[in-house]
């Protein structure tokens, strides 16, 4: 069974940090392009972060650059997301997904395996 698991997330004031890990279990990703996602209340499940299966590429949002950093430990099966800076409208519940190439992508629609989720709150 393929399983993502989030965790890192919780409650910092505007301007602190966070990491974010996800680890994978059930299947290796080392071939598969990986990425985050976040999902606000009320909101579509936004693009934040891809990266590629060597961690060679990476991609940001326009939201994400220049604070956030994408990294993955192939290794230990895991990904990471560093976020710096942070905003109150950070604020979201903040999502791990996988493909199964590793075709670049960035649309949540072409993301099969994902987490349950781990929910970051950003206060001013």
């Known amino acids: 069974q393929v399983q993502l698991v989030e965790s890192g997330g919780g409650l910092v004031q505007a301007g602190g940090s966070l990491r974010l890990s996800c680890v994978a279990s059930?299947?290796?990703?080392?071939?598969?392009?990986m990425g985050w996602f976040r999902q606000a209340p009320g909101k579509e499940r936004d693009f934040v972060a891809a990266?590629?299966?060597?961690?060679?590429?990476?991609s940001y949002a326009d939201s994400a650059k220049g604070r956030f950093t994408i990294s993955r430990d192939n290794v230990k099966n895991t990904m990471y997301l560093q976020m710096n800076s942070l905003k109150p409208e950070d604020t979201a519940v903040y999502y791990c997904?996988?493909?199964?190439?590793?075709?670049?992508?960035?649309?949540?629609?072409?993301?099969?395996?994902w987490g349950q989720g781990t929910q970051v709150t950003v206060t001013s």
């Open positions: 997904a996988a493909r199964t190439t590793s075709y670049w992508a960035i649309s949540p629609a072409d993301y099969r395996y």
């Open positions: 059930g299947r290796t990703f080392s071939r598969n392009v």
């Open positions: 990266i590629s299966w060597t961690g060679s590429s990476t």
